[in-house]
């Protein structure tokens, strides 16, 4: 991946994508960069920050979305600048490609967006890498049409990400078949698990979780090959503006990489 700032990729590890779920105020943000690019350094995990700038699917017309496009946005490039990482956010309309591409090194699609030609190929002519994620309603294998739409734009720096089919009306599940299916389209495969312990459009309006399927879910995805990681965290989950109830604490997170390293470690070793 020729991702700026990247590191350690030379290391064998996965990919880490880590962060708070949206950019709440500058010093949760910055306690989050800084904890988690210590930790992939004493990993040698290659890291990329995570945080939206704007949150656009929510349930309620009251959930908190974000502080502002722009402030959040500069907030994302202080962090990449103070921390050296790369950062990745989502975007929701084709217009936003262009604007937030200023500002981040790598443009999510979110999954309830992954069919939208439009958005596909704005965010491809920024010319960033784009990280799909895979609809709760489609197959992995389904996933290559939204992988050709990138690449007909003249855009290769493709990822995609697992996170969950949903199963009934307030749950999810994971099919690790598409981890496979989803490499043999060509391109690096990200496991979210942490969105994939989503209990979504509960009665009250605000998403549930079981956030102690995190651990599980990780380790089935390194075991599976996948290539990445991707999981929310926060300092305090509770107190978390937007998706508390499905991210990991931030102070568990060295626990779980650590566990996660090393079954790496022995995956790539067969």
Not at 26 to 43: C, D, H, I, M, Q
Not at 48 to 65: E, P, V
Request: some cysteine; proline content about 5%.
């Amino acid at each position: 991946m020729n991702i700026p700032n990247i590191k350690y990729l030379d290391s064998g590890n996965f990919l880490l994508i880590a962060g708070p779920c949206v950019v709440e105020n500058r010093e949760v943000t910055f306690t989050t960069a800084s904890f988690l690019t210590e930790l992939a350094e004493k990993y040698s995990v290659p890291f990329i920050f995570k945080s939206s700038y704007r949150k656009a699917n929510r349930s309620k017309s009251d959930s908190f979305t974000g502080i502002g496009d722009i402030p959040a946005l500069e907030i994302l490039a202080e962090v990449r600048k103070e921390f050296s990482v790369p950062v990745i956010t989502d975007i929701h309309n084709p217009h936003e490609a262009s604007i937030a591409a200023k500002y981040v090194d790598v443009l999510q699609i979110p999954a309830f967006l992954c069919r939208q030609t439009d958005l596909l190929v704005a965010a491809a002519m920024t010319g960033k890498w784009i990280n799909i994620k895979k609809g709760q309603f489609v197959s992995g294998r389904s996933m290559r049409f939204a992988v050709e739409k990138i690449r007909n734009a003249g855009n290769n720096n493709i990822m995609l990400t697992e996170r969950g089919n949903s199963f009934g009306y307030n749950d999810l599940v994971v099919d690790f078949r598409n981890i496979p299916e989803m490499k043999s389209i060509g391109v690096p495969v990200i496991v979210d698990i942490t969105h994939s312990v989503q209990q979504p459009n509960q009665e009250s309006g605000v998403s549930g979780g079981r956030p102690e399927m995190i651990e599980t879910l990780g380790r089935a995805a390194i075991a599976a090959g996948a290539d990445g990681v991707f999981m929310e965290t926060h300092p305090d989950p509770a107190s978390a503006l937007s998706d508390g109830a499905n991210m990991l604490k931030l102070s568990e997170m060295e626990k779980l990489l650590a566990k996660l390293v090393a079954i790496r470690r022995t995956v790539i070793s067969f």
